[in-house]
């Protein structure tokens, strides 16, 4: 065999390898899943009412009124935003531990442009916006042009923003954010649920829709897998990862504006509290409605399990240490389980 046959050969190899795994990805209809596969697509929602009815046991006038949920659904709406944004670099392979710094970052931006410069809210929001894909792309720049891992680059990244943060605020929060953006985020609400958690909905549906039904969620997917039988079929893998980690500092900033809004102020260290629990709805919600892979509706799903589980754990007088051990003990378990699936279902 001639070293042209042989290329041609394991090209051919590798085009049929990528069209059996879109084809995966997009099971045939009419297919019937076995118990087993129903269990580990929607265990989590299992787990999550059960949850719920057990707390319900100790604490049922809280935790069956609908007021809990509905306040719980717009308080978290921002950390289910900051897992989606997350979650993108997290299919490609990256970590970006960057994720809420830069949220905080672009809460402290809109108060400090609002409130001391005089700036509307509109352009301090777009400000916002921008730098956080600025920081995304700083973040691309220095894992894929210098080759250094994603875990290093997030983590000084996010320490160089803290550190910003500090100095644009002084070490104190800003009060007094207009009121135009405090009204479309938590004061307007829908079936008495805060309109953050529809943007949260709305942002799911398209990450959903982007990673199943589109090339580009496929290429995500497939990089993810395996970079270098993606470069070998084609894929532009260095585009791929950057895309993904500017998104994921994008989508970060819509979080921190989300944040804003809710609480009317910023504050230059309280967001970056919500990293561990993006990390553990992230690694907890790959292991559900699409298990061995990180999926926008696991995500959601995860996000308000385990607010749930803190909820559930303040109302029957828990000390605040426990929300740290909920959240650290989620998260090891959640990537256990992950990784158990990948290796079970390796092309999923």
């Keep these: 065999m001639t070293p042209v046959e042989d290329y041609e050969r394991r090209i051919a190899a590798l085009e049929a390898r990528l069209r059996a795994f879109e084809g995966r990805l997009s099971p045939p209809r009419g297919a019937r899943a076995p118990v087993a596969d129903l269990g580990e697509r929607y265990g989590l929602l299992v787990a999550w009412a059960l949850l719920i009815l057990f707390l319900g046991w100790f604490r049922p006038d809280q935790m069956f009124a609908w007021n809990s949920y509905a306040a719980m659904f717009g308080s978290t709406a921002m950390i289910v935003v900051l897992t989606l944004g997350l979650i993108i670099p997290l299919t490609t392979g990256d970590f970006d ?6 949220m905080a970052l672009a809460s402290m931006l809109i108060a400090f442009l609002n409130v001391r410069q005089g700036v509307d809210i509109g352009p301090a929001i777009l400000i916002a916006l921008a730098t956080g894909a600025a ?6 720049f220095f894992v894929l042009w210098f080759g250094i891992h994603s875990l290093i680059v997030t983590l000084g990244t996010g320490y160089f923003i803290n550190g910003v943060i500090l100095w644009i605020s002084k070490s104190a ?3 007094g954010v207009s009121m ?5 985020v ?5 079936l008495g649920i805060p309109m953050a958690f529809w943007y949260a909905v ?4 398209v990450i959903w829709y982007l990673f199943q039904f589109t090339a580009l969620g496929r290429r ?5 897998r395996g970079r ?3 470069r070998l079929s084609g894929v532009n893998v260095v585009r791929v990862r950057a895309g993904a980690l500017i998104a994921s500092g994008t989508i970060a900033a819509l979080a921190g504006v989300l944040y804003t809004g809710m609480r009317g102020a910023a504050d230059p260290s309280s967001a970056l509290a919500f990293l561990l629990p993006a990390f553990a709805a992230a690694f907890l919600g790959s292991t559900t409605i699409y298990p061995g892979r990180f999926n926008a509706p696991g995500a959601f799903v995860a996000v308000f399990f385990l607010s749930t589980g803190i909820m559930g754990l303040n109302f029957l007088g828990m000390p605040s240490f426990v929300q740290n051990l909920f959240y650290g003990g989620g998260l090891v378990v959640a990537v256990a389980i992950s990784q158990l699936l990948r290796k079970r279902r390796p092309m999923d």
């Design 97 to 102: 531990l960057s994720v809420a710094s830069t």
């Design 135 to 140: 920081i995304g792309a700083v973040n691309a």
């Design 173 to 175: 929060p800003i009060a």
């Design 180 to 184: 135009d953006l405090v009204r479309p």
């Design 186 to 190: 938590i004061l307007t609400r829908f």
């Design 202 to 205: 709305i942002l799911t549906a």
């Design 220 to 224: 995500l997917l497939f990089v993810g």
């Design 228 to 230: 270098e039988v993606a």
